[in-house]
C-alpha cells in the first residue's frame, strides 16, 4: 500500500487506519462519535506521532465535508454505515469517494426480513429507555441470542469424547461478550440490506465486485470488496 491513500470511513478506534499507515498508506479518518475520535487520536500518539495521518470528527452524510475530500485509493467503512440513519445517502457518498481504479470495503448487515424488523424494534427501544428496560432486554436478547448454546457446548464435548476436538477456538471478534452483547441490542439507528442490492447499488455506479462474504442468512454482516472502474462512469 505504499504511497495509496486510504480514507477510513467512520474509522471508530483507528485500528484499521493504524494498519493500513503500517503498509505505507497515507491516511485520512472521520466518525462522527466523538469518543471514537479521541480514541484514534491516542492510538496516533502512542503508535505513530510523526505519521501521514489525519483524523477528523465529521459525518458521511455532511456534504459539504465530503465535497472537500479527495478521492482515495482504498475507501475502507466497515460496519458503520447501517448506523448513519440514511444507509443509502451514506453508500452514494461513499462510493463517490473512490478514485476510478480504485477499491471499496464494506461491511454492511445481513437482512433477515421479520427478524431484522424485530431487532430494528428492540434497539429503539433500548435507546429509548431507563436502565431497568435496558437490563430486561439484554437479558432477553442473550436468551434468544444463546438458544442453541448448550447444543453447541454438547457437540464440543461429543468430539473431545471422541478424541477429534482441535481445541478452542479463537473469537471471531476482540470485544468481550459482554460488550459485544450491548454492542449488537444498543446499535441504533439501524438498517439493513441484502447482498443483491448492494451489488447492484454498486455496479450501477461503475463497481465490480471483487470478493464477497456472506453471513448465510443470519444476524451479522455481509461483507464486500468492489473495484472501481478506470473512469468515473465506470
Not at 483524523?55 to 475502507?76: H, T
Not at 447482498?195 to 455506479?205: D, K, L, M, T, Y
Amino acid at each position: 500500500m505504499t504511497g495509496r491513500t486510504f480514507l477510513d470511513v467512520g474509522c471508530g478506534s483507528g485500528l484499521f487506519s493504524l494498519a493500513a499507515l503500517r503498509m505505507g498508506a497515507r491516511v485520512r479518518s472521520f466518525d462522527y462519535d466523538p469518543d471514537s475520535v479521541r480514541a484514534a487520536e491516542e492510538l496516533r500518539q502512542e503508535f505513530a506521532p510523526h505519521g501521514d495521518w489525519s483524523i477528523q470528527r465529521a459525518s458521511i452524510l455532511d456534504a459539504d465535508f465530503v465535497q472537500e475530500l479527495d478521492q482515495a485509493d482504498i475507501v475502507y467503512s466497515w460496519g458503520v454505515l447501517h448506523h448513519t440513519g440514511n444507509l443509502w445517502a451514506a453508500m452514494e457518498a461513499t462510493c463517490g469517494l473512490v478514485a476510478p481504479g480504485g477499491k471499496l470495503y464494506l461491511s454492511i448487515y445481513n437482512d433477515q426480513g421479520t427478524e431484522s424488523r424485530i431487532w430494528m424494534s428492540v434497539k429503539r427501544r433500548y435507546n429509548t429507555s431507563g436502565d431497568v428496560t435496558r437490563r430486561l432486554l439484554i437479558a432477553g436478547s442473550l436468551l434468544y441470542l444463546g438458544r442453541h448454546y448448550p447444543l453447541s457446548v454438547a457437540r464440543r464435548l461429543a468430539r473431545r469424547v471422541r478424541g477429534s476436538a482441535t481445541g478452542t477456538l479463537p473469537r471471531r471478534r476482540g470485544m468481550s461478550r459482554s460488550h459485544d452483547l450491548v454492542d449488537w441490542v444498543g446499535g441504533y439507528p439501524f438498517e439493513v440490506a441484502a447482498p443483491e442490492q448492494i451489488f447492484s447499488f454498486c455496479r450501477e455506479r461503475g463497481f465490480e465486485l471483487r470478493y464477497l462474504k456472506t453471513c448465510k442468512g443470519g444476524i451479522g454482516c455481509n461483507e464486500f470488496l468492489f473495484t472501481r472502474g478506470s473512469t468515473n462512469g465506470g
